[in-house]
């Protein structure tokens, strides 16, 4: 058997959904399965086995909406907000661990591409930015 040691949660799917429109509970829960229960069923299954690998190394795949919602992908962004806040308890719970000590430069967190704009700008103006998103949304749908 390979030496496993890395492990990467890259689930999502991202849907427009009208919350004042009637709907299904279990299609509104649907991205919550795929995209927060999935991630964290998957390290619950597989984290034994990463805590004896030296340099083991978990990476959780969320989004810069995480930060600031996209109204016409409130379960989406949710999820992600979740993930993201799920991730950083898992960091602090496995501080000492080999997961953590694969993390190469330090970094615990990397956001890529906008994420680091909506990272900076839901503390510096959250509401501006969620008023951007509205108008965004209210232009796509």
């Known amino acids: 058997m390979a030496e496993f040691g890395q492990f990467i949660n890259n689930a999502g799917i991202m849907r427009n959904l009208k919350l004042n429109e009637d709907r299904d509970p279990k299609d509104v829960t649907r991205e919550i399965d795929i995209n927060l229960s999935g991630p964290v069923r998957m390290i619950q299954q597989f984290l ?3 805590k ?3 340099g083991a190394l978990i990476v959780n795949v969320s989004s810069g909406l995480a930060f600031i919602p996209f109204p016409i992908a409130p379960a989406y ?3 992600k907000a979740a993930l993201h806040s799920f991730t950083q308890s898992l960091g602090v719970q ?3 661990t080999a997961v953590i000590a ?3 430069a330090g970094k615990l967190e990397i956001r890529p591409g906008l994420s680091n704009v909506l990272k900076a700008m839901s503390r510096i103006a959250p509401q501006f930015m ?3 998103l509205v108008q965004m949304a ?3 749908t």
């Open 52 to 54: 004896t690998r030296k």
């Open 94 to 96: 496995l501080e000492r």
């Open 130 to 132: 969620l008023n951007q």
């Open 77 to 79: 962004c949710a999820t």
């Open 48 to 50: 034994p086995h990463l």
């Open 138 to 140: 209210r232009t796509t």
């Open 102 to 104: 694969g993390i190469e």
